[in-house]
């Protein structure tokens, strides 16, 4: 049977790319990939050989009907990106609807993902967050998608890069307030590996003060705002029933 296979690779630690996805992507067709530069590094290192191609968000709906071609014709096909999950902030949901909506089967081999790991050791509450990926580059259009996000009481998650980090810490500060808990996770699973957390203001002045500290692949995670009394007390589900009540009450 012909298999869509959505393949995560490492996010900076080459030994984080599983056997089974190794095995995967040495028996697929055809690998569908981000930069095929990059994923032939990748693929170098492990000496897999296989046709490529590349699907990034300029050619995806011309290579989603290839790829439907190639399924078609029972062939298994490999997506992967640059790092970690395809589709999380990366190429791969058109082509992975349309695959699907064709009938064909598509399957996971799961592995590396920025956001998980940077939640699963912030020490954050992780039982309810929100991934919000990439913010903006304005000031201006980051700062009112934050305001948004000031109430809500599930841990926040972003994605930053070295060129935007102190602007988008800053941006957060002004709209979260300085005392608001948060964590960067920087240079996952790499040599320069940090996780620093604490408020606002003291990561903004921590990371100003170090350059280094500025340098590399960041996440950032922040605390969810404090819920109301009523909220502590009872979970949102039931919330929502005893607010529908409280509208028929005379
Ligand atoms: N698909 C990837 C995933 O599963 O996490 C994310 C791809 S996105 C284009 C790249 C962003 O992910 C970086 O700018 C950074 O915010 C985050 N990231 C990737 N690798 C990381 C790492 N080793 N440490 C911290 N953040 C990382």
Request: aromatic content about 6%.
């Amino acid at each position: 049977e012909p298999v869509l296979y959505v393949i995560a690779t490492p996010i900076g630690n080459l030994n984080d790319l599983s056997p089974r996805a190794i095995k995967v992507l040495g028996s697929v067709d055809l690998i569908a990939a981000e930069d095929t530069r990059h994923t032939g590094r990748l693929l170098a290192q492990f000496s897999i050989k296989a046709p490529m191609i590349s699907v990034h968000e300029h050619n995806e709906t011309q290579r989603t009907e290839l790829i439907l071609h190639k399924l078609a014709e029972g062939q298994s096909v490999a997506l992967v990106s640059d790092a970690g999950t395809p589709l999380i902030s990366d190429p791969g949901y058109p082509l992975v609807r349309a695959v699907r909506a064709a009938g064909f089967k598509v399957s996971p081999i799961p592995g590396c993902c920025a956001f998980v790991a940077a939640l699963s050791v912030s020490g954050l509450p992780s039982d309810r967050f929100m991934f919000c990926g990439f913010l903006p580059s304005k000031a201006s259009a980051r700062e009112r998608i934050l305001q948004e996000w000031v109430g809500f009481t599930a841990t926040l998650i972003f994605y930053e890069s070295t060129h935007r980090i102190l602007d988008s810490l800053a941006s957060m500060l002004k709209v979260f307030g300085p005392e608001r808990e948060a964590v960067v996770a920087r240079e996952l699973t790499k040599t320069f590996e940090t996780i620093r957390g604490g408020c606002l203001q003291d990561l903004l002045t921590w990371m100003q003060a170090d350059p280094n500290q500025q340098k590399g692949e960041f996440v950032v995670l922040i605390q969810g705002a404090p819920s109301t009394e009523v909220e502590q007390l009872v979970d949102e589900h039931s919330l929502k029933i005893l607010q529908r009540l409280a509208q028929e009450l005379p």
